[in-house]
């Protein structure tokens, strides 16, 4: 007889002669605390009110002044990295992310996911009785496995959480976004033309999903993980937060930037002594500026403004909607950031950012054609590096660097039931780090992470906690040595002591110069010591090789952009023959697991069944901003090619019989740029149409079969625009440059077989 694994109860003949037993599950202790942990993304130091910004926040400043502001609190410079060690409480090197999630090196160092020996919160959590829910930004699986074939279990599911809905890569649209609920695709529920924005939509599913738990097991305690897709570009928000802040930043970053560090000096948010760093290279005085530059550079920092200005309105709806289910006073919520404001906008700021990925230099004289798509679902924009640097006020660098304008970020923490009166609204200088965080929560949760999990052994919590600094202003800090390494930049804070090293790709790691910074003295960096101490830098940089050994940062590597391409192996979503093959329904297809066509020369050939009426999309990738569509309009093949708003578009010259048919478009490369399409219907040449710019990145958002999920590529038609028909398959070869060659000699000797 087969008998449950665990059974300590007894068994006799019969029932009277037999003791019951039930395996209870894991119940949190009473009066645990519900914790709401709320990630904002590429938010600088000082872009949140209560920090010095103008920027409208007043819901995340009203939740500073019944909780804590935390001056001295620190993240990796990028955004994976942050995320693995505030879900974990370990260096985010330790568990296997280095760098984003969307790439893979074969160390240790970089899994592209969390390792099974590092336990997530939501893991500790539910293990301890909680539900875990999480809406918004994952970013920590590897991005070629984020498709709807899996595997699934670095998803949020996989890693503790009970509920998911959002965004598994590292931006997306906010009209038009790229949707998970738990472990499968969606689509919004609703159009930006019906008042859709993704903001909006994550509050409304956390709320539903909160209202589930509490609502039939009010028993039970609540994690929630709320990371936004804001502030990330691209910067999109509806158009009432767009006019509202028209005009409002053309006095230009210098003048913004001293209004800002004057309000931090007077709100203790920086020290009195504190010097405003100078602008960052590249950065140039608002008043030198032409007039074009200034009207765009004013426009892209509005769409910012508005973008968090919005994102904060729904942080006071989630904030009513915990105080109506009654759960608000024992809720220990914080919101942080997860690395400084972002350098990626570049000198000018960027209408599409993927213009940038493709080499196109966009002009500010070039941009304002389209000034008033700023901010809409037209656009894909990020702000120049003087409102980046701006926004990390008062100082230098930005997001990817270990200075502290990448690392040095907001936190506040609201508890009502577990933060004194006479505490509330006060600050907090003490260094911390985000590491941290983890520890803290275990600790007033009175939860443990465990040294095995599921049988695993666990790489020990490296974090501290602070929450004794919560109940005292006075107490020292738990943290007083920490390391920071990103794409060979690197770091270490040692007591009030920094040395950091600013990495430039290719340059020599053993001879390239090391800064040295008294903190106590100097918070923004501005006077170097590295000249009058050099034996205690010295010393902080051998200690810096000590942490890096402990915690698995090496080997050290600078590579980045090389690292993004498709990897064609086994057990891959990208097939070693680069040949794709497609058999709708399927669900929208990620961009790092589809069909690289970017750049490349391809054949699409699709077999249809169709009626003389059937039109509609065969494929399309991208989005309005950006894409290739082939479709079939009026029974005609068609290709739009949309190159950042420039449409190129070839239609058959002949129509796509009823009944059975094949249809296929070759795409090949030309001299440069350039590039050439080739229709043809039943075998039969069929039109061609020259391309004069190829897109060798075209979007963050993938591919879909059958339909255009999504912004609609084309403007010959309203999106989705599914086929009526019937795609048998559609297939999508990846093709050499000899490859490429070779096929169109066989295809022109089939032709002449005809």
Known sequence: MTRPARFEGTIGRTVAESTPWWDEPPTAAEGSPDVVVILLDDTGFAQLGCFGSEIDTPNIDALASGGLRFTNFHVTPLCSPTRAALMTGRANHAVGMRSVSNFRTGFPNQLGHISPHATTMAEVFREAGYATLCTGKWHLAPIEQCSAAGPFDQWPLGRGFDRFYGFLDGETDQFHPDLVSDNHMVEPPATPDEGYHLSEDLVDRALAMYSDSVGIRPDRPVFLYLPFGATHAPHQAPAAYMEKYRGRFDDGWDAVRDRWFARQVEMGIVPAHTRLAPRNPGVEAWADLPEVQRRLAARLQEAFAAFLDHTDTQIGRLVDGLRRLGRLDNTVLMVLADNGASQEGGPY????????????????????????????????????????????????????????????????????????????????????????????????????????????????????????????????????????????????VAGE???????????????EAWELYDLSADPSECVDHAADQPERLERLK????????????????????????????????????????????????????????????????????????????????????????????????????NAFFDHTIAVSTIPVPAGSSTVSVAFRRGAGSTGRIDLRVDDHEAGSVEIPFIMRVISSVGASVGRDAGSAVSTLYSGPFAFTGVIDELEIRLLSRRDAETADAEARAEMGRQ
């Open 349 to 492: 700021g960027v209408m599409h950012e993927m213009k940038f990925f493709n080499g196109i230099l966009e002009t500010p004289e070039q941009a304002v054609a389209r000034i008033d798509d700023i901010g809409g679902p037209n656009s894909h924009t990020n702000y120049p590096w003087g409102w980046a640097q701006a926004g990390n006020t008062p100082f230098r660098w930005y997001k990817q660097n270990t200075h502290e304008g990448g690392v040095h970020v907001p936190l506040v923490v609201h508890w009502p039931s577990g933060i004194a009166e006479d505490q509330r609204g006060s600050l907090r200088d003490q260094f911390v780090h985000v590491s941290d965080i983890a520890p803290t929560l275990y600790d007033l949760a009175s939860v443990e992470a465990p040294a095995v999990f599921h049988g695993v052994e666990q790489i020990p919590v490296s974090g501290r906690s602070f929450s004794e600094i919560i109940d005292d202003a006075s107490a020292p800090a738990a943290n007083t040595l920490q390391y920071f390494e990103n794409g060979g930049s690197r770091a270490l």
């Open 497 to 511: 002591w920094k040395a950091v090293c600013r990495h430039v790709p290719g340059a020599d790691f053993d001879t």
């Open 542 to 641: 051998d200690l810096w090789w000590e942490e890096a050994e402990r915690h698995g940062v090496l080997p050290l590597d600078d590579r980045t952009f090389e690292l993004f391409g498709a990897r064609f192996r086994d057990r891959s979503p990208h097939p070693a023959d680069r040949r794709y093959v497609y058999r709708p329904p399927m669900s929208p297809i990620p961009a790092q697991a589809a069909a690289q066509i970017g750049g490349r020369n391809f054949d699409l050939t699709a077999r249809l069944e169709r009626d003389a009426s059937d039109d509609g999309v065969l494929f399309a990738t991208g989005t309005a901003n950006a894409g290739i569509s082939v479709f079939v309009l009026n029974g005609h093949l068609h290709v739009d090619y």
